[in-house]
């Protein structure tokens, strides 16, 4: 758990700089991290991210949600992103057979306090 919260503060740091590498690694990590120390990932995820690594345009990946199956979320360069996403489902078809769902989304400011009228 220590380990995660400054991964989160580290994380935090290397968004702010832009510091892409660092970023990705500390997905990584994150997902290495809940992969071996929480056990809640499988190996379907695992390979996803395992996958991911080896993709041009990817920044980081790991899994998200509850746990035990379910979700990878991946930052991936906007401009590659769109081909970036069909290599990594077709790489992944091919090793599994899983015709895994897949879908694009942009970043949102996040949320915010508003003052209701």
């Given at each position: ?5 400054a ?8 968004l ?5 590498p ?9 997902h ?5 120390d929480?056990?809640?990932?499988c190996?379907?995820l ?30 991936v ?12 489902h ?7 057979g ?18 209701e009228?």
């Amino acid at each position: 758990m220590v380990g995660e919260i400054a991964r989160v503060k580290s994380f935090m740091g290397a968004l702010t700089a832009a510091d892409w590498p660092t970023v990705g690694w500390l997905m990584h990590e994150s997902h290495r991290s809940l992969a071996e120390d929480y056990a809640v990932s499988c190996p379907e995820l695992d390979r996803i991210v395992a996958l991911s690594r080896g993709i041009p345009g990817f920044v980081g990946c790991r899994m998200t949600g509850g746990g035990f199956g379910g979700c990878a979320v991946a930052l991936v360069e906007a401009g590659r992103a769109e081909a970036a996403g069909r290599t990594l489902h077709d790489a992944y078809a091919r090793e599994t057979g899983i015709d895994a769902a897949w879908f694009l989304t942009a970043a949102a400011d996040g949320p915010r306090v508003t003052q209701e009228r």
